[in-house]
């Protein structure tokens, strides 16, 4: 958190990726943004099992993505806090386009 505060403090806007998996991180987070006076916007992606583990099988044939362990996957996932609505995450689906996704960030941002 201390990088991130560091960042803020200087004026530079930063995106964190990180699993989150735990509810009271995300609080975390959301209360160092408050005391930064940034935005926080919480964007979880709600990707089914399978299709993760389909995507994981994709990515060590092609090398396109760093690998991550499956048992870290398995075990992430079981321990996920998925967000409540009172996080009001920003929800994408693979379904979505990164132009949905993009334009519901920045209409959050623009709040």
């Known amino acids: ?14 995106v964190v ?11 975390e987070l959301c209360k160092l943004g408050q005391k930064m006076e940034s935005a926080v916007v919480l964007i979880y992606l709600n990707i089914p099992r399978p299709v993760l583990l389909s995507r994981k099988a994709q990515n060590q044939v092609t090398k396109e993505r760093h690998d991550v362990p499956s048992a870290w996957l ?38």
């Open 17 to 27: 990726d990180d699993n989150l998996l735990f509810r009271r991180q995300r609080e």
């Open 74 to 111: 398995i075990e992430d996932a079981n321990e996920f806090e998925r967000p409540g609505e009172d996080e009001n995450p920003i929800v994408v689906t693979e379904e979505m386009s990164w132009e949905e996704i993009s334009e519901r960030v920045m209409a959050r941002l623009s709040n």
């Open 1 to 14: 958190m201390q990088g991130i505060s560091i960042h803020l403090s200087l004026g530079h806007s930063v």
